[in-house]
């Protein structure tokens, strides 16, 4: 257990400062709002701490629960591939990457009353980091039915729900999305190209063909050659 927790203190203490900061609200009844992100440029302003805040606050259980479940899938198997600083960053970065676009969105649609609320943002930039960051889980998922089935009803509820009543939260949505991506490939390793014939079958039988890169796949297809 210990092991477990110095392997993946970062999503534990993002997980755990999610539920704290909900359970301490709910204790004292208080209104949450000061914690939230202003769709109004100025309120913004004047409320910089908002930024942070905003990404651990939570209006009612549900959306606590799911966001909790994801981060703790998704935040360990990221952590164990970008570490605990790639881990914090793609959490905190998509969170704030999603605050920002949420109240230029806002302002500039004239809905500065609106206000923004959740880990949502954060958790989707740590589920877009994880396959950005290595090309074997992409390749996986591409395919995977049921993973190709599940992102794009994903992506399909965020641009339905620009057209909804809650158009902000998509948009913070999509800017967590992209803010996670970038930070996926800035800890993705470099392509190695395997010249072994071995090593090559070893990697198509592990991360399947569509994980070679054209040349590994030419030299795959080649004759090879025996010393005799």
Known sequence: M????????????????????????WAQGADTAWLSQPGDMAAAAARPWTLLTYMFSHAYPGHLAVNLAVLIIAGTLYERRAGHTGMAVAYLGGGVAGGLIFTAAASAAGSAHASLTGASAAVLAVCAALPASDRNIAARLRRTPAALA???????????????????????????????????????????TISDHSEILDKARTSGFASLTDDERKKLAQPQQSDN
């Open 2 to 25: 210990g092991c477990t927790l110095r392997t993946y203190w970062a999503t534990a203490v993002l997980a755990v400062a999610n539920a704290a900061v909900y359970i301490a609200a």
């Open 150 to 192: 599940a992102i794009g009803l994903g992506l399909a509820a965020i641009l339905w729900g620009l057209r909804g009543a809650n158009p902000g939260g998509s948009v913070a949505h999509i800017g967590g999305i992209a803010a996670g991506i970038v930070c996926g490939l800035f800890v993705r390793p470099p392509r190695r």
